[in-house]
């Protein structure tokens, strides 16, 4: 018996070693867990894993298991990847930019961060809720309001950033405080919040959760977006449509492309890897039907509002769909 014992301990440590050994680990930096981010970036992550480690898995690929990582969002992510922390991150597109040009919470930099994109995968929208009660209509009316403009890190930020210079506010000029919507949304339930703020892909969890309160979105005049647009290319005006959330009429916005990116010494096979899986049957399928927002994620847009060059590997990918990217704003 003992032996039989020392023998199963051996085969279960030596298979343990064995997969710890064979397989790589290909992290992707997400957002919170009340995000649209990080059920995508687990869908795609699940999608990828069962690809690579499949029957038809890239020949030139080692096995690899792909984990999606929360985090504190697209500012965050760019700064995992130049540390090597992950391997990709969903990034807001003006974001991406900021940090290849070293512009904006990036001036820091001493070079332009190397930063490639894979995929644009879908449109992100700023979400302004704020309680009905609290009669908040228009963007100025934030003015002196307990509001949450998310956390150090996040893409939220720096567009609300950009939005309150836009209106010729500052964050002074509101109560902010600084949070993810997963330690906001009681606070909201219980008035010790007027608002939160997302940008995000549609529908949020954090919002749907609001059953018990009246809210409302509010909204970003398409003139001032306009105008920010002009500034900001990779931001333009959109719209969360009607029906999104429930009993909230369509709201005009601000939207920006959320972009996978990796590091530019990501091996131009696995890049190529990676693009290809992400469009395959398999990984698309199960990205299209776990997730609302899942289902604006095709191949036809794959390349829309890209504001980073293509790693190789991708531009191989895309170049031999007779794809081409515009690398105008």
Same mark, same amino acid.
């Given at each position: 018996?003992?032996? +039989?014992? =020392? ?32 059920? $995508? ?29 929360? !985090? ?7 700064? !995992? ?5 992950? *391997? ?33 995968? @879908? ?30 890190? !996040? ?15 500052? *964050?002074?000029?509101?109560?902010? =405080? ?63 449509? !009607? ?10 916005? +601000? ?5 996978? =990116? ?9 890049? @190529? ?34 504001? $980073? ?21």
């Amino acid at each position: 018996m003992k032996t +039989i014992i =020392v023998f199963l301990f051996c085969l279960i440590f030596g298979t343990s070693v064995f997969f710890t050994q064979s397989l790589s680990l290909f992290r992707i930096g997400t957002g919170g867990l009340q995000g649209v981010y990080y059920p $995508i970036g687990k869908l795609i992550a699940q999608g990828l894993t069962a690809r690579f480690l499949g029957v038809d898995k890239p020949d030139t690929i080692p096995g690899t298991l792909f984990i999606a990582q929360t !985090s504190g969002g697209s500012v965050a992510n760019i700064y !995992s990847l130049l540390s090597k922390e992950t *391997e990709a991150g969903l990034i807001q597109a003006d974001v991406a930019y900021w940090a290849y040009s070293s512009e904006g919470p990036f001036e820091g930099l001493t070079q332009p961060a190397p930063v490639r994109a894979i995929a644009s995968l @879908y449109a992100e929208k700023m979400q302004i809720v704020v309680r009905k009660d609290a009669q908040i209509r228009s963007f100025e009316q934030l003015k002196g309001r307990m509001i949450s403009l998310d956390e150090a890190g !996040s893409g939220t930020l720096t567009v609300m950033r950009i939005l309150l210079d836009a209106h010729r506010l500052s *964050e002074t000029d509101l109560k902010p =405080v600084y949070l993810k919507p997963e330690f906001t949304v009681d606070r909201f339930i219980k008035n010790e919040l007027q608002g939160f703020c997302l940008m995000a892909g549609i529908p949020v969890p954090a919002i749907e959760r609001l059953s018990s309160v009246d809210y409302l979105l509010v909204p970003i005049d398409k003139i001032v977006a306009d105008r920010i647009h002009q500034q900001h290319p990779y931001l333009f005006s959109g719209n969360i449509p !009607s029906g999104i959330y429930e009993g909230i009429e369509q709201t005009p916005t +601000i939207e920006v492309y959320a972009l996978l =990116v990796v590091h530019q010494d990501l091996p131009e096979e696995v890049a @190529y890897a990676l693009t290809e899986s992400l469009w395959s049957n398999g990984v698309l399928s199960l990205v299209n039907t776990g997730h609302a927002q899942g289902a604006s994620i095709t191949l036809d847009t794959a390349l829309d509002g890209v504001s $980073i060059p293509l790693h190789p590997g991708a531009l191989r990918f895309y170049s031999e769909q007779g794809m081409v990217l515009d690398q105008g704003p």
